[in-house]
């Protein structure tokens, strides 16, 4: 269906339009309306993870910045005058490259945090969700080199969460609806085509990730050798979870590896097919799960985690509405 | 085209909001660039080519400002390389840097938070930067951790055996070990380089080089 801005009525003579073309397949891919609940429900879990970005943030603000610190003002412009970090650090903006007080970054946390509230129980409308975005792309570019995988993941999650019209993660139309691998009713719910573009475009995200990091694992000889899960578990000193004990046998260790792997190209395969979506999500929260039991990455693996539920070809679209227009 | 959403549905017909052509064209054509732009990122984190660094630098405007690039960071999750290996910086008040009285210069924090993964960034970058010779921009990144410890007369930044480390890997020397010099108004670090095994023809003894100190301090 070609985007129209007209509101189907149905006194109008309806016809059948062709799908077969490409940009009719890519406007309903996209821009189809659909109900603001699923990116609610998956908007809600995001400012949990961003609000325990921020709130374990907090603890070592001392450590980074403030005149004393390892990424203080003096210590930013020697590397920007350096020929080797120039470049790297010419795009890295942020206000909080102004100033060495910590208590302004200590603010700056705490207001993430309570715009992450705000926006979880609906309130601010889009620009509360922008605000969320803003404040974390200003505190991961001040961190420069030690922001790490958690802090791309959030930034393009809520370069996705923020088009879609504000709505509560907490009331019947939210987190607590129904059971996240069910496709949801439309009936009854307001529908907006940026609700869809940003179901999509968390998908879409999700699923680039998915593939990219499938096919950066292999060429790893770890991921072949049998020694990838145990690779992920061995620096002990640095894990929560000491899983290197519980998976040292070969007998596990090694189908693990190849589980690892491959679990993710096929549950982004079956997360895209409408008649196995629940199967191939079940794999990619899995895939998700194990990979923060074993690398205590808990921010990347939910973030990643979140953008792989909001996978499905059908979002909740009503066969009057993908299937004709009107004249 | 309906401007806006109801904030709630109780009592109300549901409204339906479709996209102006002219606007999903332009959106279109933003998908396109940034699902592009996104997918050369993630596939930069093993080794790009140069062509590959080019175009991400072009990227760079859109990517570094939003925040959105994968900046090299190891989204394969593990290839067993060194830098996998947890990182500690330590300090002595020992004359004698190969002894084993040495002290965690930062406090331990929660694995899997962020803080935790910040400190471990830090530390492999260091260590990293250590391995490429770049000891001056090492020392000033160590040097606010020093400036905490006025005991400290040596520091050194450690990599940790794992369960996949051999022997031969745990007996590497640590990629960074530094004397701290302190004189009225600053502190100077001064690497001390590991011997190393060179080609050069030695008249007067075996051909190993003793340690040696670096270039020049850090200041």
Not at chain 1, 160 to 176: E, M, V, W
Not at chain 2, 60 to 75: E, G, K, R
Request: contains cysteine; proline residues 7%; aromatic residues 10%.
């Amino acid at each position: 269906m070609n985007p129209s801005h007209k509101t189907i009525d149905p006194q109008t003579t309806v016809r059948p339009i062709d799908h077969s073309t490409f940009s009719v397949q890519w406007n309903l891919f996209w821009f189809e309306p659909s109900s603001v609940r699923l990116v609610s429900q998956l908007r809600g879990l995001l400012c949990l993870v961003t609000a325990c970005y921020f709130l374990s943030s907090l603890t070592d603000v001392a450590t980074w910045y403030g005149s004393d610190g390892v990424l203080s003002r003096t210590q930013v412009a020697d590397w920007s005058s350096s020929q080797s970090e120039s470049g790297e650090l010419r795009w890295r903006m942020s206000p909080l490259f102004l100033t060495d007080h910590l208590m302004v970054f200590r603010g700056w946390a705490i207001i993430g945090v309570v715009l992450c509230v705000a926006v979880a129980i609906g309130r601010g409308g889009r620009w509360a969700s922008i605000a969320v975005w803003l404040t974390l792309i200003g505190w991961a570019n001040r961190s420069l080199f030690v922001a790490g995988i958690a802090e791309p993941l959030l930034s393009l999650s809520w370069l996705a969460a923020s088009i879609a019209p504000a709505s509560t993660a907490i009331t019947a139309n939210g987190l607590f609806a129904r059971p996240f691998f069910a496709v949801t009713d439309p009936r009854g719910l307001d529908r907006h085509w940026t609700a869809t573009l940003s179901a999509r475009l968390l998908a879409v995200q999700g699923t680039i990730i998915g593939l990219a990091t499938f096919s950066t694992m292999m060429a790893g000889r770890v991921w072949w050798n049998g020694l990838g899960s145990y690779a992920l578990a061995a620096p002990t000193q640095d894990r929560y979870f000491h899983a290197a004990n519980w998976i040292s046998p070969m007998m596990i260790h090694e189908p693990l590896t190849h589980l690892l792997l491959w679990i993710l190209p096929l549950g982004l395969f079956l997360a895209w097919q409408p008649r196995y979506e629940t199967i191939g999500r079940v794999l990619l929260v899995s895939w998700t799960i194990a990979i923060a039991v074993l690398t205590s990455h808990f921010l990347y693996a939910s973030t990643l985690g979140i953008m792989f539920l909001a996978i499905r070809r059908n979002l909740d679209s009503t066969p009057s509405l993908s299937d004709s227009c009107t004249e | 085209m309906k401007k806006r959403l109801p904030k709630s549905t109780a009592g109300t017909a549901p409204v339906t909001t479709f996209a102006r052509p002219a606007i999903a064209r332009l959106v279109s054509i933003a998908i396109a660039i940034h699902l592009t732009a996104m997918a050369l990122s993630f596939t930069a984190t093993v080794e790009p080519s140069s062509f590959h660094r080019k175009l991400l630098s072009l990227l760079a405007p859109y990517q570094h400002t939003l925040h959105l690039d994968a900046n090299q960071n190891t989204f394969y999750l593990a290839h067993g390389g060194t830098d996998e290996q947890p990182h500690r910086i330590q300090w002595t008040d020992s004359l004698d840097p190969s002894g084993d009285d040495w002290k965690p210069l930062v406090p331990e924090t929660t694995a899997g938070l962020a803080a935790s993964d910040r400190m471990a960034r830090f530390l492999a970058a260091a260590a990293q930067w250590s391995d490429e010779e770049r000891s001056s921009e090492v020392a000033a990144l160590v040097r606010p951790f020093v400036l905490k410890e006025p005991n400290a007369i040596f520091v050194r930044i450690v990599r940790l055996p794992t369960e996949l480390t051999t022997v031969v890997d745990d007996a590497a020397p640590p990629p960074y070990v530094a004397r701290v010099i302190r004189s009225p108004g600053s502190v100077d670090l001064v690497q001390i380089k590991p011997a190393r095994f060179v080609t050069t023809p030695s008249v007067s003894g075996p051909s190993v080089s003793g340690p040696a100190l670096s270039e020049r301090p850090a200041k």
